[in-house]
């Protein structure tokens, strides 16, 4: 069955680590997102990627970094510089050119500083 | 900007009472509107759009959503509650073709029994 898969679904980073979250799809969609979710915060956009090799910062993409070298990945980076990593990391997908698809959306990596 | 607004981030029903979570958007044009699912440590599943087609739709589990243009509203009802209701809802709008999604903050449902 096709979908998005997130990995690892829990993850402890220590102070100053850089840790690196996974995110598959065998969907053949073109653009990839990924969120931040916090308790009372709703979803947050950290980056997103339309196209192989192109990518696009979101609302809060500061401390974080990301790569697009094929079209079934796009795996994020949390850096040493994020102040905050504590989060539900949240990664989707949508095709292109079918609006309304709306996003697939994989089930997620709790991210803790330990 | 484009926006859409939940309002009550908790709402709490009995079990087997009418389920009412709302969502309103800013839009100069109809946008297209979802509604997300999130059960705990999960992630989102889409419950269903609005596409122009209908006003009213209809998605799984019994949820349905009504497009009303003059309150600017897409509001998920449910007629009976259950159990497995329990979880946190997110209403989204998508301006147009190729726009990214924007979300509500969420409403957290607990059904009592």
């Known amino acids: 069955d096709g979908g998005i898969t997130q990995s690892p679904k829990y993850l402890f980073r220590k102070e100053g680590q850089n840790v690196t979250l996974s995110c598959e799809q065998n969907?053949?969609?073109?653009?990839m997102y990924w969120y931040r979710q916090d308790p009372g915060q709703g979803l947050r956009l950290i980056y997103y990627?339309?196209?192989?090799?192109?990518?696009q910062k979101g609302d809060i993409a500061e401390g974080y970094s990301v790569s697009r070298e094929k079209k079934e990945s796009f795996p994020l980076t949390v850096t040493s510089a994020q102040k905050n990593p504590t989060a539900f990391y949240l990664c989707a997908s949508s095709p292109l050119g079918r609006t309304p698809y709306g996003y697939t959306f994989g089930s997620g990596t709790r991210l803790t500083v330990v | 900007a484009q926006s859409v607004t939940q309002l009550g981030s908790h709402v709490s029903v009995s079990e087997g009472a009418l389920v009412l979570l709302r969502c309103n958007y800013s839009s100069s044009v109809p946008p297209y509107l979802f509604w997300y699912v999130q059960y705990p440590n999960q992630g989102l599943q889409l419950l269903l759009k609005?596409?122009?087609?209908?006003?009213l739709v209809k998605g799984i589990n019994d949820f349905e959503a009504e497009f009303k243009k003059s309150e600017t509203s897409f509001h998920l009802t449910k007629p009976s509650a259950h159990m497995s209701d329990a979880a946190e809802y997110f209403c989204a709008v998508e301006k147009s073709s190729g726009d990214k999604l924007t979300f509500g903050t969420g409403t957290r449902l607990a059904v009592r029994p």
């Open positions: 969907l053949n969609h073109d653009a």
């Open positions: 609005y596409t122009s087609a209908a006003t």
């Open positions: 990627s339309q196209i192989v090799n192109d990518f």
